[in-house]
């Protein structure tokens, strides 16, 4: 399947490691951690407060406020506009973040 | 000398932001270009990010002759001192400050520094540009919650700048211009586009046909995205409308069904199609909270501008997006217009049309077109009809359709400040933002500015301590 990689002739330096809860996954220099999430396949990682249901990107331009995140154990990040590094951590975040 | 030079502060470096800066620094003016991304280029232009090493970035984009000629202007200015570019500055809020008698206006813009937003910077100048452009608009309907559906813009913001997709099998959906360089853009990156569904019918494009074929250029840019969408063997839907997104922790499928002349789902017509993403958008709204501030006149949701694109604030200049949804050639000559209007009063002349008469006539004939389009492309009439009592209509606070409807019909909530207040819905994360509309049209009590007091969250530290930082030194 041709991706958007192949289609823009992307050329990234090596990919490096951080944690979603724990588990290793691959992250790309450049990358956001919403591009991160998505390349590994998952598309949900937040709980919202009251009904606990599951959200991940949805306007992707730090308008909605739908993606927030915890990195390194700073809740309510934008997931669509943080840059990653090598081995940060990000956790789902339930609810607030600061309950947990 | 460049410090006694006048100082403009142009807001977002977009299409309008960017032509803005060139017209400006070529006549004279310091420009400060604030901007909240990494790399210029606002959403139209969006860069993946440099790391990215894109080589062949031009493949997602449209009109990247533009974009290189704008960007190779704007080099030359900042290495020639003229021009600085703060990139990564989320403008909170933008500041009339009291100057000597006789001094003129002065501004002080406040911003948010890196990706989170936590450090202050501050720019003081003598006027300011707003170029802040828009956002999607996207109506309720049962299911829009799930992870898997995103705004068409933003499937196109991941892609262009992360060259990411978010699933294997997309549907795009809704109305407007913007669904379709988002449909190719997914089939050209090996998304399975599995349909196009807006809600216009042909019908209302030939009710429209003369002021659209006034624009032959836009005409073939359709003509081209059409084309490319049967070679990626996408099936176009016009005059029907997602009326459910299914799934349990993420989306599996969409309902679709057709539409009647008056804008209902007809009965019996839904059919269900398989997809992990939905890429839907009903049209865009113009980010106006820093002119709010200020204190600019809007109408309806639109910056007032006159003919040089100055509000009726003295020392504020409004282009592009804010001043109206029009796309990006429109926002290239109201930024054009706007610079060299800015650049003009700043040096303490009368500004001569005459020199920018041809953005004047491209400006006339774009909002025309874009009028068209507009009256084309209205969301289905009985769309709240879709919303059922428990659609989640507040994604920040998750406030339902029933809980809007029953602040009017129980309550007696006569006006969007009241439903607020008694439901939460737009007091959350995004203010208002992406439910705005949608609560406005479930109550029918019609859209008003929300004079947000800050266009984005502010840490209070900061808030306690702003207008004491240094301006942020320039040394050209």
């Not at chain 2, 003016?29 to 990010?49: C, I, K, M, N, W």
């Not at chain 2, 829009?144 to 700048?161: D, E, I, R």
Request: charged share 20%; glycine share 12%; net charge neutral.
């Amino acid at each position: 399947m041709r991706s958007p990689r192949d289609l823009a002739d992307a050329r990234p330096g090596p990919a490096f490691t951080v944690t979603l809860d724990g588990r290793e996954i691959e992250a790309l220099p450049g990358q956001t951690v919403a591009a991160a999430l998505w390349t590994a396949g998952i598309t949900s990682w937040r709980t919202t407060r009251g009904a606990g249901r599951p959200r991940g990107v949805f306007c992707g331009i730090g308008v909605c406020f739908d993606c927030l995140v915890t990195v390194n154990d700073r809740p309510n990040q934008r997931a669509c506009l943080v840059p990653l590094n090598p081995g940060d951590a990000i956790r789902t975040q339930e609810g607030t973040g600061h309950d947990e | 000398m460049t410090s006694e030079r006048p100082h403009l502060a142009v807001i977002g470096a977009g299409p309008a932001g960017l032509a803005a800066t060139v017209a400006a620094a070529s006549h004279g003016v310091r420009v400060t270009l604030v901007d909240a991304s990494a790399e210029a280029g606002g959403q139209f232009y969006r860069q993946p990010a440099a790391e990215l090493r894109a080589r062949r970035p031009q493949a997602l984009h449209h009109g990247w002759r533009t974009w290189e000629l704008l960007r190779d202007e704007l080099r030359t200015h900042v290495r020639a001192g003229l021009v600085r570019h703060l990139s990564d500055h989320h403008v909170w809020c933008v500041e009339r400050r009291r100057t000597a008698a006789g001094a003129g206006p002065g501004f002080t813009v406040h911003a948010l520094l890196g990706p989170e937003q936590q450090d202050p910077a501050e720019v003081r100048a003598d006027a300011v540009l707003l170029a802040t452009g828009g956002y999607e608009k996207v109506l309720p309907f049962p299911g829009w919650t799930l992870p898997g559906v995103v705004t068409a813009g933003g499937a196109q913001a991941m892609l262009k700048g992360t060259l990411t997709v978010g699933g294997r099998t997309a549907v795009v959906a809704g109305t407007g211009p913007l669904l379709l360089p988002v449909a190719t853009g997914l089939a050209a990156a090996g998304v399975d586009v599995a349909a196009l569904v807006e809600s216009a019918a042909p019908k209302a494009f030939v009710r429209r046909a003369r002021a659209l074929a006034a624009e032959p250029g836009k005409v073939a840019e359709g003509a081209r995205y059409a084309a490319e969408l049967l070679g990626h063997r996408v099936r176009l839907l016009a005059g029907h409308t997602v009326v459910e997104a299914h799934g349990a922790e993420r989306l599996e499928a969409v309902t679709v069904a057709a539409l009647d002349p008056d804008g209902r789902v007809r009965p019996g017509t839904g059919r269900r199609i398989p997809c992990d993403t939905l890429a839907v958008g009903h049209g865009m709204l113009p980010h106006t909270d820093l002119a709010e501030t200020l204190g600019c006149r809007l109408d309806g949701p639109d910056v007032h501008a006159d003919d040089e694109q100055r509000t009726d604030v003295p020392g504020v200049w409004a282009a592009g997006e804010t001043t109206g949804i029009g796309g990006a050639a429109l926002a290239l000559a109201e930024g054009h217009i706007a610079g060299r209007s800015a650049a003009a009063r700043l040096h303490g002349t009368e500004p001569d049309p005459d020199e920018w008469a041809a953005a004047t006539r491209t400006r006339t004939r774009l909002r025309a077109f874009f009028a068209a389009l507009d009256a084309v492309h209205a969301p289905p009439a009985h769309w709240t009809e879709q919303v059922t009592d428990d659609t989640v209509v507040c994604r920040c606070e998750e406030v339902t359709g029933g809980e809007i409807r029953a602040a009017v019909k129980d309550l007696g909530a006569a006006d969007l400040r009241t439903v607020k207040l008694l439901t939460r819905a737009g007091m959350g994360w995004c203010q208002g933002r992406v439910c705005g509309p949608a609560v406005a049209g479930l109550t029918g009590c019609g859209s008003t500015a929300s004079r947000r007091p800050f266009a984005r969250p502010v840490p209070l530290g900061v808030l306690a301590r702003a207008g004491e930082t240094e301006d942020l030194e320039w040394n050209p």
